[in-house]
């Protein structure tokens, strides 16, 4: 799972840039339902996320969770309804929306390990591991320990 969290105080951009990104992710689970497809869940990520004014990096993606954490299917953060791999009842899959307040464009650090995005606007991500059941997802990671606004 992943949260992004602002540090100090934090401007209203910032503060409606996190709340877009969360509510991307809540948006996500709610259309990850058995016999809906994969399509469907990246279009409501990104539906929500552009309807605030922001973007959603493509280059990234969430995934399926089986005996690797990183494993088929691919969970794009944008997509059209009705397209892809339909959600079938057990599926475990990590939705992770990464929401950009310029361009979705991305470059790796040059460590190797850190994202950024190209125009060096700023970003947000979370993300949840959720299982696909009969009457809808199921959260499978949760963060009792931090408060989010």
């Not at 105080?9 to 948006?27: F, Q, S, V």
């Not at 973007?55 to 892809?84: A, C, D, K, M, S």
């Not at 790796?108 to 606007?121: E, G, M």
Request: proline letters at 3%; glycine letters at 10%; one cysteine or more.
């Amino acid at each position: 799972m992943a949260v992004t969290v602002g540090v100090g105080r934090i401007d209203a951009k910032a503060e409606k840039l996190l709340k877009a990104t969360k509510e991307a992710l809540n948006r996500g689970i709610m259309a990850a339902r058995q016999g809906n497809y994969i399509g469907d869940i990246g279009f409501a990520i990104q539906s929500y996320a552009e309807a605030q004014g922001f973007t959603v990096v493509r280059e990234l993606v969430g995934h399926g969770v089986g005996y690797f954490i990183h494993e088929n299917p691919e969970v794009p953060n944008w997509g059209r309804p009705g397209t892809g791999l339909k959600l079938e009842q057990g599926l475990v899959i990590a939705l992770e929306p990464m929401v950009c307040e310029g361009s979705n464009e991305i470059v790796l650090d040059r460590n190797s390990w850190t994202w950024k995005t190209r125009d060096h606007s700023r970003s947000a991500h979370f993300e949840h591991t959720i299982v696909i059941l009969e009457t809808g997802a199921e959260i499978l990671t949760t963060i009792n320990s931090i408060q989010l606004k």
